[in-house]
């Protein structure tokens, strides 16, 4: 195993790093915290260890950076015994460098059981900064809280945002020009539909479909049914099917629960409020509560799901160009995700999409692709002003697809803006 490290480490020294888009997250280069990059998987936690490493090599010696993949099948099977090697290997390589700080990212690291133990104490022993990624939601959640307890700063890695999208595809961003904004509606409208997983964009509908399928089946197989030793793999995909063709829906799982057991499944209904959340561990799914002022009250009520990618409602839905506010509402509720986990939908007498937390500033915001019919407009205003008044608020918005404009009632201001506006700007 000693070799195969050698290797691994020499390999990486030796590579020169290009190609990367830079992603708007701040990730620090000298923290004496572990750095944890979580997520689903190919969403860019690896470009992004790529971005830091090319960073730090403006001012560090090559030779003082080590990167392991530990998916990389040379390392099967690797014990957590064996990771002791790791360090072992390097000093043999360069044993100049043990009074040196050393930098180490470890990429998928979760593939090793316990290794949260071996991180610890390296962190607490060597002159050391650790990076690590995983693509699961219980390494964030149970694995790093617990065994690196006050040891961490953890960042949630998502998609391409629109705006690491449109720089993906070289697209300037200037609202005030009009073939800026030309080229920035045109790229929405793909961006809705296909998502932002990198190595999807610039790809044909067949082929995006294809790649977005084998990324699920990835995390189906790879996050879930072994990890959780998932026996009823058929229901699994069918409530797969279920969620993704029905985002931005209120999923109640007595409905589900009924619904699956008449079509002939075997389960419980704890079967489903399990696969669901898994399917949330590893970061495919979201589910948004109503806002109540007691966790009882938010429990009793139904959700609504969210997906991580646009695209993946697309490997099941067809007529996806009919549905378009769900689509929406989607790309809404990831912008606002990517800035906070305190997201809920409000219902009084109206509904509203969302209200959410960031940085102690709350928002509302209500989706409708279309407020031409007046009635429509009605309903959303409406809305609004009920959840602003009972939340205390000033200001809200109505995110539409062409629509900018200012709604005065009385003290209260509802801002109507279109989506790319919403995206670029909030």
Not at 120 to 126: F, G, T
Not at 204 to 220: A, G, M, P, Q, W
Not at 320 to 339: A, P
Request: charged share 30%; net charge neutral.
């Amino acid at each position: 195993m000693k070799d195969v490290f050698k290797r691994l480490i020499t390999d990486f020294i030796e590579k020169n790093i290009t190609g990367i888009i830079s992603r708007d997250y701040q990730i620090p280069l000298n923290s004496k915290k572990i750095i944890s990059l979580i997520g689903v998987r190919r969403s860019g936690k690896s470009s992004i260890l790529f971005d830091i490493v090319h960073n730090l090599r403006k001012t560090t010696p090559r030779e003082n950076i080590i990167y392991i993949n530990f998916e990389d099948d040379r390392l099967y099977p690797l014990e957590l015994k064996s990771l002791d090697l790791l360090l072992e290997s390097y000093f043999e390589l360069y044993p100049n460098k043990k009074n040196e700080k050393i930098y180490l990212f470890l990429d998928e690291v979760q593939v090793v059981e316990n290794w949260e133990a071996y991180v610890r104490r390296i962190y607490d022993n060597e002159n050391i900064s650790i990076y690590i990624t995983g693509s699961s939601a219980k390494l964030l959640s149970s694995e790093i809280a617990t065994s690196l307890r006050g040891r961490t700063i953890s960042y949630e890695i998502f998609p391409f945002s629109f705006k690491e999208y449109l720089r993906y595809k070289q697209i300037d961003i200037n609202i005030h020009s009009s073939k800026s904004l030309s080229f920035i509606k045109n790229a929405l409208e793909t961006y809705l539909i296909d998502g932002g997983f990198a190595e999807t964009i610039n790809e044909d509908n067949t082929i995006s479909r294809k790649i977005l399928s084998d990324y699920l089946e990835l995390i189906v197989y790879k996050d879930i049914v072994d990890r959780y030793n998932i026996t009823n793999r058929s229901l699994l995909k069918t409530l797969n099917k279920y969620c993704f063709t029905n985002i931005a829906t209120l999923i109640s799982f007595n409905k589900l629960y009924n619904e699956f057991k008449s079509q002939g499944f075997k389960l419980s209904k704890d079967t489903i409020f399990n696969y669901v959340s898994h399917l949330e561990d590893a970061y495919t799914l979201f589910s948004v509560p109503i806002y109540r002022n007691s966790i009882k009250e938010e429990q009793r009520n139904p959700k609504k799901i969210y997906a991580i990618d646009n695209g993946f409602k697309k490997i099941y839905d067809y007529a996806i160009g009919e549905d378009k506010s769900k689509l929406y509402e989607n790309i809404v509720f990831l912008h606002l995700r990517n800035q906070t986990k305190e997201i809920y939908y409000f219902k009084e007498k109206q509904e509203v999409d969302f209200y959410a937390k960031i940085e102690g500033k709350e928002f509302l915001v209500n989706v409708s692709v279309k407020i031409e019919n007046e009635k429509t407009k009605q309903r959303e205003t409406k809305g609004l002003l009920e959840a602003m008044n009972y939340f205390d608020l000033n200001e809200s918005y109505l995110i539409t697809q062409d629509e900018d404009e200012t709604i005065q009632i009385e003290d209260k201001k509802i801002f109507v803006l279109p989506l790319y506006k919403f995206l670029l700007e909030v």
